[in-house]
T-cell receptor, first 111, second 117 residues
Framework: GEDVEQSLFLSVREGDSSVINCTYT??????LYWYKQEPGAGLQLLTY?????DMKQDQRLTVLLNKKDKHLSLRIADTQTGDSAIYFC???????????FGSGTKLNVKP | NAGVTQTPKFRILKIGQSMTLQCTQD?????MYWYRQDPGMGLKLIYY???????DKGEVPNGYNVSRSTTEDFPLRLELAAPSQTSVYFC????????????????FGPGTRLTVT
């Protein structure tokens, strides 16, 4: 299968920006997604980006895509304690029914 | 709309027992998926379905079976439970069938935590 990799942990102070990084191997990826998982809950879609875009902004969230390096990042501005969760990167390849998820980055926001 | 519902929330099985994890969605989505999430790992696709009567294997199908007799329901069956199947199981659905990234947005259920001892 495809490889999607993320660092496991990130700790920031409330009010700072958080940047969560993801790398993937499938150069034919069409869409890339960021999901958020709160404790004991399923995953919730935060945002997605089409592979022909470099950047997408949605309120406090900014997604950057470097297709040449196969690198995706999620920036959360003015991080709040409620942003503490696990963030998953996922990519959808040309086989449109299959998605590949990273192992998740646990974001800890300190007050 | 209730979204995606899964039952049970928790279950402990003995080795060799069988069980069915239930998944129902009320959004009239075409696509449904079963994933497992092992500790510290990402989600691995077990099986998926693009519509009633159609199912296909994902990355880790061994030891599992599925059926899709209706649009709403996508049960996952474990026939002979093994300790390696201890995991959290998530069901998801998506509209599918249309262009655009949001047609593939997956809506997840709350998960079933399964322990096999």
């Amino acid at each position: 299968g495809e490889d999607v990799e993320q660092s496991l942990f990130l700790s920031v102070r409330e009010g700072d920006s958080s940047v969560i990084n993801c790398t993937y191997t499938d150069s034919s990826s069409t869409y890339l997604y960021w999901y958020k998982q709160e404790p004991g809950a399923g995953l919730q879609l935060l945002t997605y980006i089409f592979s022909n875009m470099d950047m997408k902004q949605d309120q406090r969230l900014t997604v950057l895509l470097n297709k040449k390096d196969k690198h995706l990042s999620l920036r959360i501005a003015d991080t709040q304690t409620g942003d503490s969760a696990i963030y998953f990167c996922a990519e959808k390849g040309r086989n449109f029914n299959k998605f590949y998820f990273g192992s998740g980055t646990k974001l800890n926001v300190k007050p | 709309n209730a979204g995606v519902t899964q039952t049970p929330k928790f279950r402990i099985l003995k080795i060799g027992q069988s069980m069915t994890l239930q998944c129902t969605q009320d959004m009239n989505h075409n696509y449904m998926y079963w994933y497992r999430q092992d500790p510290g790992m990402g989600l691995k696709l077990i099986y998926y379905s693009v519509g009633a009567g159609i199912t296909d294997k994902g990355e880790v199908p061994n030891g599992y079976n599925v059926s899709r007799s209706t649009t709403e329901d996508f049960p996952l069956r474990l026939e002979l439970a093994a300790p390696s199947q201890t995991s959290v199981y998530f069901c998801a659905s998506s509209p599918g069938g249309l262009a655009g990234g949001n047609s593939y947005e997956q809506y997840f259920g709350p998960g079933t935590r399964l322990t096999v001892t």
